[in-house]
């Protein structure tokens, strides 16, 4: 039976069913619905509630608990997330299986609060100081919220490393039917150590250290790519994006196709490890990408032109970037600069202006 | 007997135990230990086990056995 | 009168400065901590700077390494997640007081059951002794070469006395440790503050003055000498808050 429900609030509850124990957050739109729901369904189910001073609290809370044997996660958007970045560097250095949502605003500073995908490359890249990765699933349905925050947990302590869920504003905001899976079991404690750990939390005095990270990263990276094709067999064009702008992509292929044009969408589901094996698989009759995304300046548009390197097949292929700003770009938007770059192929395919639309002035489109 | 045992290998020869001896039993030796301190020794004839040395040694060199 | 004196099981031979007032805490700690039986159930969560040479001195002891002034969120976590555990908070002035001030009194706002401990020895002491906001007026410094310029930034700072105004902080005091008198004291303190924590749950907060030769250019003696003539001016020591029975203050 499906209920209807928020996406932030089906982010809490799979977060909850898939097991975990203590949540601690600060309010920062528009993500507050996460806290607000947990506020409530936390202690229902006797377990941990948290309003911490900041973010930066709210993280190393949960490094503290994680680190000590607890199921924990936190949530945040913009320059929320920006404070956590230390939390997020010392989970990856100590190897503690944290979780966080990132529900994304668009553009620098306090930026537009409602929505957008300002944040890819930062946190694909890891966030803050140091070299480290951490595994993103980026959903783009309610149920997806659901469904990665259920299962978040259990991929963050299979590679001991933290898990992102790169949602934006829209998701959050959004009402959709979902299932509701089964409860996980779980309890205060669920690994760690019987009794106290003892000398366990210095990773890095290990002279292999930098080494074992690399070859995680170099695992996770092997193992963990996501994506999802749409008619993408004879495509001469592949739509690539993740979140929202996948499923107004969707609906571009759609009528593109019902156009007689060859389109398909190749749908990134987990932005870090980019989903290269998802391009490799494209077949070699792809002449051109674009990639659109809800934000100012191109972001994974950099991923895909480096993965287009990488593909034999997809080496002349021409990448292009559809920038929106902050709300994600339209079926028409999509359609029309499809049919630009057909017909006029730009050598400077990816630029720093995005999208010579204006995306900021939605009045005038 | 009660004994004073100093761990020579941990002191760092702040003097604090020098400093707060109540019966200036303790000295510097002369010779170096490993970290190339002249560390505490104690005249038997003048100690009486109170523990001030081991009260105010942030190194725990001291250990007094009754 | 001999008295038996012997070293604490889990401590080793330390790399903290000769005459470092952290060589004294780490020896009360453990004292403390076997005293109460829990040696062998404890989490410290050292903070950033000389207090994190603490988990070098041990052989066996739990600590958690934290990021600059977030010790006692980071204590919070761990007690949440373990609350048959002692967790404590081990820092020093420029990581409890400074960048983690924040941190400290929220700790004292929310009173989960830890313990915080301060090392306050008026500067940064690993960084190399450059000015804290609790280097006294006209303390000469790495980054106040002429001394420190209240006009200019600030009289010492006192956080201690801010915590203990906390409504459910159970137990505020400054020891030194800079003489015998004192330094059994600071023990009475450490421990009373860790008991409290394990048998009502409460929190307390325990600050010791502590001396830092190296980075003040004095003597081991020197050093002891200027706590008692010059910090405690500034720094009085004594229970600020005791909400146990028979505490008073």
């Not at chain 1, 600060?26 to 948290?50: A, D, H, K, N």
């Not at chain 1, 997020?88 to 930026?111: D, T």
């Not at chain 3, 952290?22 to 989490?43: A, K, Q």
Request: with cysteine; aromatic share 8%.
């Amino acid at each position: 039976m499906k209920v209807l429900m928020k996406g932030n609030e089906a982010l809490a509850e799979g977060a909850v069913r898939g097991g975990a124990y203590l949540f601690a957050g600060y309010p920062m739109t528009p993500q507050s619905e996460i806290m607000e729901y947990l506020s409530v369904r936390m202690p229902e189910l006797g377990r941990i509630f948290r309003q911490t001073e900041s973010e930066t609290a709210s993280i190393f809370t949960v490094y503290g608990a994680r680190q000590a044997g607890m199921r924990t996660f936190t949530s945040s958007s913009g320059v929320g997330m920006s404070l956590m970045q230390e939390g997020i560097s010392g989970m990856c250095a100590k190897s503690i299986p944290g979780v966080f949502a990132n529900v994304q605003r668009c553009g620098p500073g306090l930026g537009f609060a409602l929505e957008g995908q300002g944040d890819y490359l930062r946190d694909t890249r890891g966030g803050g100081n140091g070299d480290y990765r951490v595994l993103i699933l980026a959903p783009n349905s309610v149920q997806e919220m659901m469904d990665f925050a259920y299962e978040s947990f259990e991929l963050a302590e299979k590679w001991k490393n933290p898990v992102e869920i790169l949602s934006e504003g829209k998701i959050g905001q959004m009402v959709e039917p979902v299932e509701l899976p089964e409860f996980k079991e779980t309890k205060r404690v669920v690994d760690g150590m019987d009794g106290v750990p003892k000398k366990i939390l210095l990773d890095h005095d290990d002279p292999e250290f930098g080494l074992k990270i690399a070859k995680k990263i170099e695992a996770m990276a092997e193992e963990e790519q996501r994506w999802e094709s749409y008619l993408t067999e004879d495509a001469e064009t592949i739509f690539t994006a993740y979140g929202i702008p996948s499923r107004t992509a969707r609906g571009a292929v759609d009528k593109l196709r019902a156009e007689g044009e060859r389109v398909g969408l190749l749908r990134v589901i987990s932005a870090w490890p980019f989903p290269v094996k998802g391009f490799a698989q494209l077949p070699d009759t792809v002449k051109r990408i674009l990639t659109i995304e809800s934000c100012v300046t191109p972001q994974m548009a950099e991923d895909v032109l480096i993965t287009a390197k990488k593909v034999m097949h997809l080496r002349d292929a021409e990448v292009y970037s559809l920038c929106s700003g902050p709300v994600a770009a339209k079926v028409g938007e999509i359609m029309q600069k499809y049919y630009q770059i057909k017909e006029d192929p730009q050598k400077e395919a990816i630029s720093i202006i995005p999208n010579k639309a204006e995306p900021f002035n939605r009045a005038e489109l | 007997m009660a004994e004073l045992l100093i761990d020579k290998e941990l002191c760092k020869a702040c003097g604090y135990c020098i400093h707060f001896c109540p019966k200036e039993a303790l000295s510097f030796s002369e010779e170096m230990n490993q970290k190339s301190y002249t560390p505490v020794q104690v005249d038997k004839e003048k100690c009486i086990f109170c523990g001030t040395c081991y009260t105010v040694c942030p190194d725990t060199v001291f250990e007094i056995r009754a | 009168m001999a008295v038996q004196r012997k070293r604490p099981a889990l401590l080793k031979d330390n790399s903290w400065c000769a005459g470092c007032g952290h060589g004294l805490f780490t020896r009360l700690l453990h004292e403390s901590l076997e005293e109460l039986g829990y040696d062998n159930n404890y989490i410290c969560v050292d903070g950033v700077g000389c207090s994190s040479n603490y988990f070098a001195a041990t052989t066996l002891g739990s600590a958690i390494e934290s990021h600059h002034g977030k010790a006692p969120t980071i204590a919070r976590g761990v007690k949440l997640a373990r609350p048959e555990t002692m967790v404590f908070t081990y820092q020093g002035d420029g990581d409890a007081y400074v960048i983690g001030l924040s941190e400290t009194l929220n700790a004292a706002h929310f009173a989960d059951p830890i313990t915080t401990f301060v090392l306050n020895n008026n500067n940064y002491g690993m960084t190399g002794g450059q000015m804290s906001w609790t280097s006294l007026p006209g303390q000469v410094t790495t980054t106040s070469k002429a001394g420190r310029d209240p006009e200019t930034t600030g009289m010492p700072l006192d956080p201690l006395k801010m915590a203990a105004q906390e409504e459910r902080v159970a137990f505020a005091a400054r020891a030194a440790l800079n003489s015998p008198k004192n330094i059994n004291l600071a023990k009475k303190y450490i421990k009373k503050a860790l008991e409290l924590q394990v048998k009502e749950e409460k929190y307390a907060i325990v600050e010791m003055l502590s001396p830092c030769p190296t980075d003040w250019n004095l003597t081991p003696v020197q050093a002891i000498r200027w706590i008692e003539e010059e910090a405690v001016k500034y720094y009085p020591l004594g229970v600020l808050k005791d909400t146990t029975e028979g505490g008073g203050a």
